[in-house]
């Protein structure tokens, strides 16, 4: 049974640091494309980050870029997604999600699993 399990999220002040963790079983995250997605109350789920299969290439949406790291652990079959110098517009549910082949990286329907989410809220 393929699973993604996301751990990490929690409530941190403007300015501060998570690590969030994705961990797979009864797949391989060094075999698939592994990507975060995000979702605020009320807006749509949106892509933030993604490590592609194999070359391990990686990719950032725009608001995030220098200051979230996206990293994969093979040995513990866990892809990290590293948030620095959070705003109070990070604030939202993150997921992962794993695809076995993908060409957008950034649309959802291209992923074949999901994780539940983890809560991540940036607040003074």
């Known amino acids: 049974q393929v699973q993604l399990v996301e751990s990490g999220g929690g409530a941190v002040q403007p300015g501060g640091a998570l690590r969030l963790s994705c961990a797979g079983s009864?797949?391989?995250?060094?075999?698939?494309?592994i990507g975060w997605f995000r979702q605020a109350p009320g807006k749509e789920r949106e892509g933030v980050s993604v490590?592609?299969?194999?070359?391990?290439?990686?990719d950032y949406e725009n608001s995030v870029k220098g200051r979230f790291t996206i990293s994969r652990d093979n040995a513990k079959n866990t892809v990290y997604l590293q948030m620095d110098s959070l705003k109070p517009e990070d604030t939202a549910v993150y997921y992962c999600?794993?695809?076995?082949?993908?060409?957008?990286?950034?649309?959802?329907?291209?992923?074949?699993?999901w994780g539940q989410g983890t809560q991540v809220t940036v607040s003074s």
């Open positions: 009864g797949l391989s995250v060094d075999k698939l494309s």
């Open positions: 490590i592609r299969s194999r070359e391990g290439s990686t």
């Open positions: 999600a794993a695809a076995l082949n993908i060409v957008s990286v950034w649309v959802l329907s291209e992923y074949d699993y």
